[in-house]
């Protein structure tokens, strides 16, 4: 994008690591817009919610780690990083996506004071 290695990698140090400003903005700005993507396309789309969100995050999983981001140059080819980190990164984008359903539902029944749309009140209270 233009940006010299210089900037890209700049770091700040906390408790004696390195940590990188840029990565940690991308990660954290990525991980907020797709939660928000995520909720506003739930009340249109319930579907999108399989398996209370997990489907979505492995979906995410595999477009953004796995195809784009080494398309990109960004992070190297699947087949060349080990198998902890699509482990650690599979279930991590599983468990993020669950927390945001969890919290997606939770925010939406304290706002309208009823369950998802597609689930009418009758049936929550069986």
């Known amino acids: 994008m233009g940006f010299s290695e210089q900037f890209t990698h700049m770091t700040y140090s906390c408790s ?16 907020i817009g797709f939660g928000i993507l995520y909720a506003v396309a739930a009340e249109r789309w319930p579907r999108i919610k399989l398996w209370q969100g997990a489907a979505f995050g492995l979906l995410v999983w595999v477009l953004f780690p796995l195809v784009l981001m080494p398309a990109m140059g960004t992070v190297p ?25 969890l919290t997606r539902r939770d925010l939406r029944n304290r706002i309208t004071g009823e369950p998802d749309a597609e689930f009418p009140l009758a049936l929550a209270s069986r």
């Open 77 to 101: 080819a699947p087949w060349d990083q080990p198998f902890h980190e699509h482990f650690s990164e599979c279930f991590g984008h599983i468990f993020w996506m669950w927390v945001i359903e």
């Open 16 to 31: 004696g690591w390195d940590l990188p400003y840029i990565s940690f903005i991308i990660h954290f700005a990525f991980s």
